[in-house]
């Protein structure tokens, strides 16, 4: 019998996402329980490394712009947080569209006898085409990979057959509503099909609340921070998930005469609020014990190293380094300062029989980043590290557990985390971002903000003259600031004091104390790096060699209230 009455493709849409809810947090128990994908951030992973640079560069943009616009927290963990909602949602749009499309063709070869087998059957495709996904991108699942592939094409198999069972229902509510209708002119099939969708809803809403929620109590039982690290425990080795070792106390410049303007971010940078930026929605989890450092290539013969014997082996280097995100905008937050302890890399690379015919190392990484690295840049600068230590701990999970590489003067885009392979190569070649659109040699701009103008801290001097303390930051990479100046409303340039720095690799606090005047005034600021070469002035995005321009900060200060009775 031909049906009359058929599920639409909006009824299709919405049993999409009935089904596809529960997946996703059943999915994420599993990950949970036995480390095994969770399929939306592999999917988005997925669709983040084949999409063109351009577009995710505009997609960036946007949700840094809603970030600040709607001030929604530090920008590289809003933004985290935002890619794992994006994950979601990809996730759920894609089984929206799998159920339009499924009952669709459906309806077009007129079936429902053998609709679940074709639903299962179209689930281990979906399941088969997840499979590839999960060998390119995840780098999380702890379960044996055998297993992983398996239970991926089992759970999009069921997923399948559960579209099917549910046309099939659907179908057959129209076949008696047809026969009802025949014999007594009346018909029940849309109150029928309205109660069967809300039982659906209603299982579906259980499952996936019974899901979210045990997975949310298993993964309390975790670190909120640090999960799965397992690091060589060497004497003296410090916990990998303590706090911030290094104390006002302790850094270098403790004795400096000025003091940063009221207001000023933190001169160094605790590493719970150290910007992360990366490829991947969650970053790799890597077992230190078993980790080693590939280094094969055009060496005399392959090298396998491990964590401890790059810790115990070399003598280890500390170096107070500011290091910023490529993608940061005038004045952002993605940049900080730190401790970081490694080897440095070119007594590693005396150890590794390099040929003569090679020119620049590959740098590959758990998350499948990449990156070149010139050899005679390694050989002629002693700051160059691997590093596996800051603020005195192994480097977090979130931050390049167990070693990523510091490259003075270089944006961020040039120095991977995570690093599992090192390959000697005979010439340069684009590394994961210079592919996608971004510059070549990341070299560091240099910049300056203004992060306060402290009205709320206004000093007093003997002669009754009334200070107010502006201040910030300048950074011009390992090329160092030698001045920064400040310009109130139309005025002319003044020069600001500089803080001692941290080191040569680190930003530089400067303060300038303005004589207080009520009303509306604009506040700008200017560097010169350590060659007294004046920053750029041109407005410029960061797309692809990085922002410049002047940070200008308006304000309004208001008449100070009198003190007298």
């Known amino acids: ?16 996402a009935l089904i596809t809810a529960p997946f996703i947090a059943l999915s994420f128990l599993a990950d949970q329980l036995a480390g095994l994908p969770f399929f939306p951030f592999d999917l988005f992973d997925w669709v983040g490394r084949n999409t063109p640079g351009e577009i995710i560069t505009k997609v960036i943009d946007t949700m840094v712009t809603a970030i600040e616009t709607f001030k929604l927290g530090e920008t590289s963990s809003a933004a985290k947080t935002a890619e794992q909602l994006m994950a979601l949602g990809m996730m759920m749009s894609f089984g929206i569209v799998v159920g339009a499309i499924f009952f669709g063709v459906l309806n077009r070869i007129n079936t429902k006898q053998r609709s679940n087998l ?3 059957i179209v689930g281990a495709l979906i399941g088969i085409a997840f499979v590839f996904i999960f060998n390119e991108v995840n780098n999380t699942a702890s379960a044996d990979e055998g297993l992983s592939q398996v ?6 198999t069921v997923w399948g057959v559960a579209f099917g069972w549910i046309y099939s229902d659907l179908s057959d509510f129209a076949e008696k509503s047809d026969e009802k209708e025949k014999a007594d002119g009346n018909t029940s099939y849309q109150l029928d099909r309205r109660r069967f969708l809300v039982n659906v809803g209603g299982a579906t809403a259980t499952l996936t609340v019974l899901g979210a929620g045990l997975s949310l109590l298993l993964n309390n039982d975790a670190d909120p921070v640090e999960t799965a690290v397992i690091v060589p425990d060497p004497e003296g080795t410090p916990d990998p998930n303590a706090g911030s070792q290094t104390v006002q106390n302790d850094l270098p410049n403790a004795g400096a005469s000025l003091e940063p303007a009221p207001g000023t971010r933190p001169e160094y940078t605790p590493l719970e609020n150290h910007y ?10 890597i077992d230190g014990e078993e980790w080693r450092l590939n280094i094969a290539g055009l060496v005399a013969a392959p090298l396998a190293m491990s964590l401890t014997q790059l810790m115990s082996d070399y003598e280890p280097v500390d170096q107070f380094v500011t290091i910023s995100c490529i993608s940061n905008r005038l004045a952002g937050s993605l940049i900080s300062t730190t401790r970081w302890t490694g080897v440095q890399f070119n007594q590693l690379i005396e150890d590794w029989d390099l040929s003569p015919d090679a020119t620049h190392l590959r740098i590959s990484s758990a998350d499948n980043f990449d990156e070149y690295v010139s050899l005679d840049l390694i050989r002629n600068d002693d700051r160059v590290l691997l590093a ?22 270089h944006y961020g885009m040039k120095q991977p985390k995570w690093i599992t392979n090192i390959e000697a190569v005979e010439s340069w070649d684009e590394g994961y971002w210079v592919r996608r659109g971004w510059s070549r040699d990341a070299i560091v701009n240099t910049t300056s903000v203004i992060d306060t103008v402290a009205a709320d801290s206004i000093v007093a001097q003997d002669d009754g003259a009334l200070l107010v303390p502006i201040g910030g930051i300048a950074y011009a990479g390992a090329k160092q600031i030698s001045k920064v100046e400040v ?3 139309e005025g002319d340039w003044q020069e600001a004091e500089l803080r001692e720095p941290l080191s040569e690799l680190t930003w530089r606090v400067w303060r300038y104390d303005w004589a207080f005047e009520a009303g509306d005034h604009s506040f700008r600021v200017r560097a010169y790096d350590g060659a007294g070469e004046l920053q750029s002035l041109e407005s410029r995005g960061t797309r692809p060699d990085g922002a410049t321009g002047v940070h200008e ?6 008449p100070l209230e009198s003190t007298e009775s």
């Open 151 to 156: 239970w991926i094409v089992l759970a999009f």
């Open 553 to 558: 900060l308006e304000q309004d200060l208001q």
């Open 487 to 489: 310009q109130v409303d």
């Open 276 to 285: 992360r930026i990366d490829i991947s929605t969650r970053p790799p989890v």
């Open 388 to 409: 596996y230590m800051w603020d005195g701990q192994p480097l977090r999970e979130r931050h390049g557990f167990p070693v990523r590489v510091y490259i003075p003067d």
């Open 1 to 16: 019998m031909e049906l009359s009455k058929k599920p639409s493709i909006i009824i299709g849409a919405l049993v999409g």
């Open 118 to 120: 074709i639903g299962g």
